[in-house]
């Protein structure tokens, strides 16, 4: 079966760095996704990885390797508003998108 | 301004009254999908659409349909509603291209209560 796993929850200090884990075991691999959902609103993207490496986009960076079915998401210099669940997802290869539960981060000032 | 509508935003229905829930994308995108979202279970794809005229079953596609008639509408179908299908739902949509950004945009979801 399909099966993308992370941690339930987190938490980190303001200011601080935080890597987020993802493990994924689908059929074949279209790239993956890690997006933010703030409680009661629709997810917004944060970024995609088709090849291995590292992508970075400001205080967010995220990176894959394909031969090990992981990803992580770097979150820096963390201020409250990072406050949110981080949700991994994986385009396997009929295009069907698989999600992760989703990583609760909670934030201490 | 680039967006994915969802209609309507909130609903209560009772069981066996049919009911559909639009999404339409202003964005000329070709992938087009559902999910529900339930409390310890997370996102789960209803049903995907790479185009027009062209639907798949996701992980839970029971109790819904689905149809692709025109490029920026998939409307979700529930023929004859259940108290399990009680869930927020979103509509997303991307473009398909392989080796590109395929940045998902989210509907603003669509919390329904089947009584």
């Known amino acids: 079966g399909q099966n993308i796993d992370q941690p339930t929850e987190m938490t980190a200090t303001e200011g601080a760095i935080v890597q987020i884990n993802c493990t994924y075991q689908t059929s074949g691999f279209n790239g993956l996704f890690w997006y933010q959902q703030h409680a009661g609103e629709a997810p917004t993207f944060l970024s995609y990885n088709v090849l291995d490496g590292l992508e970075e986009k400001g205080r967010f960076s995220s990176f894959l390797s394909r031969s090990k079915g992981y990803s992580y998401l770097l979150l820096k210099e963390l201020q409250m508003k990072d406050s949110a669940s981080y949700l991994c997802a994986v385009r396997d290869m009929d295009d069907k998108i698989i999600f992760g539960k989703g990583t609760r981060l909670h934030i201490l000032p | 301004e680039a967006q994915v509508t969802q209609n309507p935003r909130y609903l209560i229905t009772v069981t066996g009254k049919k009911l559909t829930v639009t999404c339409s994308q202003n964005m000329n995108h070709e992938y087009m999908s559902w999910y529900r979202q339930d409390p310890g279970l997370g996102l789960r794809q209803i049903y995907y659409s790479m185009n027009v005229e062209v639907t798949d079953k996701g992980d839970v596609p029971e109790g819904y349909k689905v149809s692709r008639k025109e490029k920026r509408n998939f409307p979700l179908i529930l023929e004859s509603p259940s108290p399990n299908q009680t869930s927020l739902y979103f509509c997303?949509?991307?473009?398909?291209?392989?080796?590109?950004?395929?940045?998902?945009?989210f509907g603003p979801g669509t919390r329904l209560t089947v009584l």
């Open positions: 997303a949509s991307s473009l398909l291209g392989s080796g590109s950004t395929d940045t998902q945009y």
